[in-house]
């Protein structure tokens, strides 16, 4: 078994700024890509930023030059560094990870951590 565990959200304040960290634990031979989505109140769930095993990186629009996605390979897990936040930022916020264990390759999701950005 393959467990994502976020950690990190809470309330902010416009322009403010908050991380989130996802651990991958469990049966793992190893990680690939892994990355943050977030879905809002009405809508469907979208790509944030994503982070291969190799370092590349790849963000929505509306994160670049406000978010940094980062991960510890030694330690399976990937943060998300968001500054300027918006109150359009305001979300569930999921980690992803494609995951080989020694049985299957696919793709994993946390349980979701809450972003809410409000004066």
């Known amino acids: 078994q393959v467990q994502l565990v976020e950690s990190g959200g809470g309330l902010v304040q416009p322009g403010g700024s908050l991380g989130l960290s996802c651990e991958a634990s469990g049966s793992i031979f190893s990680v690939n890509a892994m990355g943050w989505y977030r879905q809002a109140p009405g809508k469907e769930r979208e790509l944030v930023a994503a982070i291969t095993s190799s370092g590349s990186t790849n963000y929505a629009d509306s994160a670049k030059g406000r978010f940094t996605i980062s991960k510890a390979n030694a330690k399976n897990t990937v943060y998300l560094q968001m500054t300027s936040l918006k109150p359009e930022d305001t979300a569930v916020y999921y980690c992803?990870?494609?995951?080989?264990?020694?049985?299957?390759?696919?793709?994993?999701w946390g349980k979701g951590t809450l972003v809410t950005v409000s004066s």
């Open positions: 992803n990870a494609n995951i080989r264990t020694y049985v299957t390759r696919t793709d994993y």
